[in-house]
Every structure is written in structure tokens, then in C-alpha cells.
Nanobody, 124 residues
Framework: QVQLVESGGGLVQAGGSLRLSCAAS????????VGWFRQAPGKEREFVAT????????DYTDSVKGRFTISRDNAKNTVYLQMNSLKPEDTAVYYC?????????????????WGQGTQVTVSS
């Protein structure tokens, strides 16, 4: 199985940028669809973005389209989430997750392995 570790979170002002990384170990990340999810206090975990095994296909929730970009470097066993034009409502713990399936999906319950999360806080 694969282990996932997120990094890159922090405190940023509104309008700023952060790049999250999801480093995989144990198995090559190229064997998985990878998604980013987030969970704000008192709210359910929600889908943010996902990327296919090859990196050709991506999908984003509407609220981050045009601001966030998901990418992967299978040679480095890492998936990234570039977050630009951040808003206070983007504040949450961000998780990466790996899915053994073939097609990209937004469903939380389709993902098999999860990282521990990294906090992103956007101040107004």
C-alpha cells in the first residue's frame, strides 16, 4: 500500500499563494488516481481536485476553478496543488488521497489511502 504525506500548508493573506505537496512512499504514486480534499471546522470533508494516473485528466470543484491547479510528477512520486488568489473561505485542513481505481472521481469514499493533512489558513 501507499503512504501519503502532505506539506506546504501555512498562514497566508487573502490573494496570496501556496503550493501543497503530497509525497508518496511504499508504492509509486503513478499507480493511483490522486485527489485533494479539504475539511473546515464543523464541516464535512469536501472534494477539491483530482488527477488521473497519467496526469492528462483533471477535475476541480467549481469554487477553485481558475485559482487552483493540480499536477503530478510521477518520477518524484509527488502530487501538487498550486493554490493562487486564496480566499478566507479556503481555510481548512487539506488532505491528499489515493484511489486504486482507473477513472478520476470526486467521491470521498472511492479513495483508499489518506494522508494526515496540512493546515491552510487564509487571513482577510
Amino acid at each position: 500500500q501507499v503512504q501519503l504525506v502532505e506539506s506546504g500548508g501555512g498562514l497566508v493573506q487573502a490573494g496570496g499563494s501556496l503550493r501543497l505537496s503530497c509525497a508518496a512512499s511504499g508504492r509509486t504514486v503513478g499507480s493511483y488516481v490522486v485527489g485533494w480534499f479539504r475539511q473546515a471546522p464543523g464541516k464535512e470533508r469536501e472534494f477539491v481536485a483530482t488527477i488521473s494516473r497519467s496526469g492528462i485528466s483533471t477535475d476541480y470543484t467549481d469554487s477553485v476553478k481558475g485559482r487552483f491547479t493540480i499536477s503530478r510528477d510521477n518520477a518524484k512520486n509527488t502530487v501538487y496543488l498550486q493554490m493562487n488568489s486564496l480566499k478566507p473561505e479556503d481555510t481548512a485542513v487539506y488532505y491528499c488521497a489515493a484511489d486504486r481505481g482507473i477513472v478520476i472521481t470526486r467521491r470521498v469514499d472511492e479513495y483508499d489511502y489518506w494522508g494526515q493533512g496540512t493546515q491552510v489558513t487564509v487571513s482577510s
